[in-house]
C-alpha cells in the first residue's frame, strides 16, 4: 500500500480508501466486517461513509452503514487502527426523512451526535458536507443553471463556526467538502483565510473517473495550488469500467441491474467511451478495472481513490490496482479516447 498525508495535518492515510455504502443493502453486516477485515490486512487505514448510507437512500435503511462500521470497531477495538470519514447529507426530496433543515447549528450538531453513536466511536477523523444546500451542478448535471426562485442565505461563515467548535469539543478533527464546485470550494476557503480561528477544507470529495474528468476543469488547479486534496469517488463509474455491462450484459447481483436508474454512467457516449477503454485495457493486457483505478491513482490532485465492492474477489482486485504503473502509450491512450469522447458522465 501507498500513503499520503491529509492536506495541512500530520495524518496519513492510505492512498486506496474502502467505501461503504452498499453495507446495509447489498452487503449483510458481516460481509462489511469481512471487508474491513480484509482492507485493513492489506494496508487499508482510510474509510468512508455517510450518514446517508447505504444507497438508495430509504427510511427503513438510514445509517445502517454507520452501524455496521461501529457494531465492527466494537467487536475488534481497533478503532485506533482507522482513519474515518463520514459526511451529513444535504437538503434534497429523497433526505427529508432524515431532515429538512439544512446546515444549521443545531443540524450539523445532532448528525455528528448521532454519527458517533452508531459508529460507537468519541471522534470523527474527516467530517464532510455530502453536498452543497444551495442550488449548482452536482450529481449528475454538465453546466449551472441559475433558479430564481433559490433564496439560499450564505451561511457558510456559520457553517465553519459550527464546525469549528465541534473540533474544540475533540468530536471532530478535520472538515471536508463533497460534490461542490469551483465557486463552493473557494468560497470555504476564503472564509477560512479571512476568519483565521474558522477551520479549512482540507479534503473534497468529487466523481472522478476516466468517464468524468470535470474536476480537472477548474478545480485540480484550486485542488493543487490551495492544497485541498481530492478524496475521488466513483472510479469505476458504479462499476461501469470494469466492463461488466459491456455487450448488454446485466449482472443479477450488479449494482445498475438492481437499480436501472442509475443512469450517470451508462448513456450512449459513456458507453462507447467504455468500449473503447475496454478494447485499450486488452491491447495491453491489463484488466480495465484495474486500469481505470491506476489512472485516478497517480493523478497529482487525489489524495486518496475510494472504492467499493460487493464481495471480497472484487475488492482484492481494486486494492491490488495500487501496484500497477500505467505505461506511456497506455496514458496516451487514455487522453486519447478522453480528447474524442470527453466526459461523457458528469
Known sequence: MEYTTLPHTDIEVSKICLGTMTWGNQNTEA??????????????????????????????????????????????????????????????????????????PDSIRSAVDASLERLQTDYIDLYQLHWPERNTNYFGKRGYTHDVSDHWEDNIHQVLETLRDLIREGKIRQVGISNE?????????????????????????????????????????????????????SPLGFGTLSGKYLGGMQPATARITLFPNYKRYSSEQAVRATEKYHKLAQEHGLSMAQMALAFVNTRPFVTSTIIGATSIGQLDQNIASIDLTLSEEVLKGIDEIHNAIPNPAP
Open 31 to 104: 460481509e462489511g466486517h469481512e471487508q474491513m477485515d480484509f482492507a485493513l490486512d492489506k494496508g487499508v487505514n482510510f474509510f468512508d461513509t455517510a450518514e446517508l448510507y447505504p444507497v438508495p437512500a430509504h427510511p427503513d435503511r438510514h445509517s445502517d452503514t454507520e452501524k455496521i462500521i461501529g457494531t465492527w470497531f466494537k467487536k475488534n477495538g481497533n478503532r485506533d487502527k482507522v482513519i474515518l470519514g463520514t459526511k451529513i447529507a444535504g437538503k434534497a426530496d429523497f433526505t427529508k426523512f432524515i431532515r429538512t433543515t439544512g446546515f444549521t
Open 181 to 233: 464546485t469551483p465557486w463552493g470550494t473557494m468560497r470555504f476557503l476564503t472564509e477560512s483565510k479571512v476568519h483565521a480561528s474558522l477551520p479549512r477544507a482540507i479534503t473534497i470529495q468529487n466523481p472522478y473517473s476516466l468517464l468524468n474528468r470535470q474536476f480537472e476543469v477548474g478545480l485540480s488547479e484550486i485542488s493543487i495550488r490551495e492544497k485541498v486534496g481530492l478524496l475521488a469517488y
